[in-house]
């Protein structure tokens, strides 16, 4: 999941609003964005059914993890509650046929063999992150800085349709040298989202915003330039307790031509996470009242330093 060459000792760190008529120049430039910080959770329905792991179904015969389940017998299987309705059927054997990397494999396994697949099979998959910003232009938004690659398929998923929703922090695991620490969050409600996934690329994930929310919670930004970042203070928005976002202090250490490095330098942040957490992927980043970027990866064995994308970057995933 990294973007650099350079970052392959990291990992990565894995809101209510309406699109008010902006009327002042500085709001009709296509260069502003509204930065957020909010945490999300992320649910994307996948394009089919997928083997989890690998599945021994008969001796020297496996499904590995990443397969698509395309058919049992002659009937399509596109959802879970497909394959397990055609399951119904009382049959002592099945015709599976399996998509594996583009080649298909078919398979003739017994029906007990079959409904034990079960627990090893998946048409979604579920994460968490933060929002990066919201465009009021074209009513787009942009999260994470980096792309979803769902740990079971060891891929990015396929997916047929996704959206992202407003999640609150209940907990937080602390980072520890060695020991990347995590948000331990849900969804606030599965019935409003955010927005909808169109885009999971290198980038991060993009999409439409739902504008049907009635509070803007911060004025857009312009974005600043690669050029413009100096080594020095800055601050990151995100989320570490319930739905609030809040402002911390960073410190720019080194700038390069795709990314930046930085340290944690905010007391109160560094007590509650001990450095930067998986689930911060995609917090912006500010310096002088212009939008930098957002954090994407952090340091394992140094967890309270990190490295972050820039948005100029970040916005060319969404154009793709």
Not at 83 to 109: A, P, Y
Not at 206 to 216: E, I, L, T
Not at 259 to 277: A, V
Request: glycine share 10%; with cysteine; charged share 25%.
């Amino acid at each position: 999941m990294g973007w650099s060459r350079r970052l392959a000792f990291t990992v990565s760190c894995a809101v209510f609003l309406i699109f008010s008529s902006f009327t002042s120049a500085a709001f009709a430039e296509e260069d502003t964005l509204i930065p957020m910080g909010h945490s999300i959770g992320i649910q994307m329905e996948l394009s089919g059914v997928f083997v989890t792991n690998d599945v021994l179904i008969y001796e020297g015969q496996w499904l590995k993890a990443g397969d698509g389940v395309k058919k049992i017998d002659e009937q399509s299987i596109h959802t879970l509650r497909e394959f397990e309705q055609t399951l119904q059927e009382k049959k002592e054997r099945f015709h599976l046929t399996i998509d594996r990397n583009g080649e298909t494999l078919q398979f003739d396994v017994k029906s007990e063999t079959v409904k034990r697949l079960l627990p090893f099979l998946k048409d979604r998959t579920e994460g968490t992150g933060t929002l990066t910003y919201v465009d009021p232009h074209s009513g787009t938004y942009g999260a994470l800085g980096h792309q979803i690659v769902d740990s079971s398929l060891k891929s990015p998923p396929s997916f047929r349709e996704g959206a992202i929703y407003l999640s609150e922090i209940e907990q937080i695991k602390k980072s520890e040298p060695g020991s990347p620490g995590y948000k331990i969050s849900s969804i606030v409600n599965n019935n409003e989202y955010l927005g909808t996934i169109k885009t999971n690329g290198i980038y991060g994930i993009f999409g439409m915003w739902n504008d049907a929310y009635k509070k803007v919670l911060a004025e857009p930004l312009k974005i600043m330039q690669p050029s413009e970042l100096q080594t020095g203070d800055a601050e990151i928005f995100t989320t570490v307790k319930g739905t609030e976002v809040e402002s911390f202090s960073i410190r720019i250490t080194q700038v390069e031509e795709e990314q930046f490095q930085f340290i944690l330098t905010d007391p109160k942040l560094l007590e509650t996470t001990g450095g930067i957490l998986q689930g911060m992927s995609g917090s912006p980043v500010i310096q002088n009242g212009k939008f930098v970027g957002a954090v994407t990866h952090m340091f394992v064995d140094e967890p309270k330093k990190g490295a972050g994308l820039f948005l100029i970057t970040m916005r060319n995933g969404e154009k793709q």
